[in-house]
């Protein structure tokens, strides 16, 4: 395979080299000051060499290199040409790459791209710091290219191209590259290159670095990203089906009930920002706008706890953990401010739900259920090494359980578990499960099981062993869980933590997926795991074992993934940060 097959590959390879490892940008201005305004999406990179260095030194990286997989990739036609590309670079031009990177793109790099019409017009700026090299080395670029198109027999050639005295050259109509002082400015778009080369005249008059929405946005994420992106969120409102999406009563429930704070903040918001950032124990990547819960449409708070309350539920962790999570919301108020929610159809067919709903909730209605529960809810998937069931299911399954809290424990308690006794009896008609109640100390588990003597045609592959369904109500929290097992072990959490309450939390939900966790449940599947790398790889099967192994231990070593959800008074956060493994 070749490395680049197309023709304006071999350059456009070089400029991403050359930005991929920059050093430290005096001013994150320089290349904006070359974007036309009209952007609409913007990616920038103020240190390109510190994010490279950052990467590249991570301990999960070295950890991924030492696979087989990759290291075959470095074993690979491409890779090697890539090397012996990076060598030529270094001889013609004299310079070893990294003092070459620092000399050609040691101001940054900015890409942009309006949105609208196709293909899209993009404009990448890498700025440098000696304008004789970067002629020199636009000049050996488009050597590499006429070489590269005739190798490959394709009649289009570079060609000389030049504007308003800036020299460069082109390649067909979708390839532009032009020197513009120390940088260098590559589009594919003849308009766009001109906006952008006109600015270099002007002196960024009319570029991206003078409008307010960017600045705003680099206040808003953190100090000194490694990467940024920027979103104007005119482009969202301006669409066809933006009233259908921002605009309330929405025709589309589902999208009320599940996504209506984040549309509420996209449909308000001026623009979109995110940004990637170093951090002493590992990597943060951000998502952020500047508006929250002041200016929110009526009824929304559904789904965002008050800024005085708090939250003081803990993540639940027992053992075996893959993922924790715990979030607001507060069913009550999908009753309570239902004709701001949604329309009149929607209204009527949800009171006429409610009025309905007395016949299976032992006469309480389903908006009575509503005011029962509380808002604070904390869903947790586990790996069970223990099941109960002698059958092993053909595909293993997580153990899941929600725990959600209650305003009416005991009222609710009544009324679900009636409600849930009856729908397991009718299941049992149909797949023969069998009731059972455990202790866990003083509370009742209440569960089913699915018979081991007899076989289900719908089930081939035995996935219901995994699932032995029960609830359990402990004070004021109630157990909807999938196994028995993690049920018992949910119980004691509970108990424990009702003893000795966690400090109050920061409102907001809050994920974490555990990779020692993850590490168990590939564990559970390594045969599968096994037949596939033999598969895919044509490996012998002790090579193939190593291979599996070295990649579970790889993933115990990950590290945790915490994720974080924030309305504030006047802006919005969804936050990733890998915190590095041991």
């Not at 490395?3 to 001013?27: E, F, K, M, Q």
């Not at 990739?73 to 030529?88: A, P």
């Not at 304008?131 to 590499?144: A, D, I, T, V």
């Not at 308003?164 to 032009?178: I, M, P, S, T, W």
Request: charged content about 25%; some cysteine.
């Amino acid at each position: 395979m070749r490395l680049i097959r197309h023709p304006t590959g071999w350059l456009a390879g070089l400029v991403l080299l050359v930005a991929s490892a920059a050093v430290h940008a005096d001013s994150p201005a320089l290349p904006l000051r070359l974007i036309p305004e009209q952007a609409d999406l913007l990616v920038q990179v103020d240190h390109p060499r510190k994010l490279v260095e950052t990467l590249t030194r991570l301990e999960l990286v070295k950890q991924f290199q030492a696979l087989d997989p990759v290291r075959d990739l470095y074993d690979s036609t491409n890779y090697r040409r890539f090397l012996q590309l990076v060598g030529h670079v270094e001889k013609e031009l004299g310079l070893p790459w990294p003092e070459l990177l620092d000399r050609l793109a040691g101001g940054g790099m900015a890409f942009a791209s309006k949105i609208g019409p196709q293909p899209a017009p993009v404009v990448l700026v890498v700025q440098g710091k000696d304008e004789q090299l970067l002629r020199k080395f636009m000049k050996f670029g488009q050597g590499l290219i006429e070489q590269e198109l005739a190798r490959q027999e394709v009649k289009a050639q570079p060609e000389k191209y030049s504007y308003r005295n800036l020299e460069g050259f082109h390649v067909g109509d979708k390839f532009y590259a032009v020197a513009a002082g120390s940088a260098l400015v590559v589009s594919n778009n003849t308009d766009a290159m001109h906006k952008s080369l006109d600015l270099h005249f002007d002196k960024g008059k009319k570029s991206l670095a003078q409008v307010a929405g960017v600045a705003e946005a680099r206040k808003l994420l953190p100090a000194e990203p490694l990467a940024s992106l920027w979103f104007n969120l005119d482009v969202a409102h301006n669409a066809p089906q933006a009233k259908d999406l921002f605009t309330m009563p929405r025709n589309d429930a589902i999208l009320t009930v599940l996504f209506g704070g984040y549309l509420d903040i996209v449909g308000r918001a001026p623009f979109v920002c995110a940004g990637l950032h170093q951090e002493k124990d590992g990597l943060l990547a951000t998502i952020r706008m500047p508006r929250g819960r002041e200016g929110m449409a009526p009824g929304l708070t559904v789904h965002i706890p008050p800024a005085e309350q708090p939250d003081g539920r803990p993540l639940l962790e027992p053992k075996g953990v893959l993922f924790s999570s715990r979030f607001y919301l507060d069913f009550s108020k999908f009753w309570e401010e239902r004709t701001k929610l949604f329309n009149q159809m929607q209204v009527k067919a949800f009171e006429d739900g409610d009025k309905n709903s007395a016949r299976f909730l032992t006469g309480k209605r389903i908006s009575q259920v509503f005011g029962m529960v509380g808002a604070s809810h904390r869903f947790v998937a586990t790996y069970q090494a223990q099941r109960s069931y002698k059958i092993e299911p053909g595909q293993v399954v997580p153990a899941f359980a929600l725990v959600t809290s209650l305003r009416q424990p005991e009222e609710f308690e009544k009324t679900v578990s009636t409600a849930l006794r009856g729908a397991a009896l009718l299941g049992g008609l149909q797949v023969g499960l069998k009731g059972v109640e455990e202790k866990q100390g003083d509370v009742t588990i209440v569960g089913y099981r699915f018979p081991e003597d007899g076989k289900l045609a719908a089930d081939t592959g035995n996935i219901r062993f995994n699932f032995s369904p029960c609830f359990a109500r402990v004070g004021d929290q109630f157990i909807f869980c999938s196994t028995l097992e993690l049920c018992h072990e949910l119980v004691d959490i509970l108990q424990e933590e009702a003893k000795n309450p966690a400090k109050r939390r920061s409102a907001g939900a809050y994920s974490q997926i555990y990779s020692s966790g993850a590490a168990e449940y590939l564990k559970s599947v390594q045969d599968q795991l096994l037949t596939q790398t033999i598969l895919d790889r044509a490996v012998p099967p002790d090579e193939a074992k190593e291979q599996v192994k070295a990649f579970i231990d790889l993933v115990r070593r990950l590290g945790n993934l915490q994720v974080t959800l924030q309305y504030g008074a006047n802006d919005f956060r969804y936050e990733f940060k890998l915190k590095s493994g041991k």
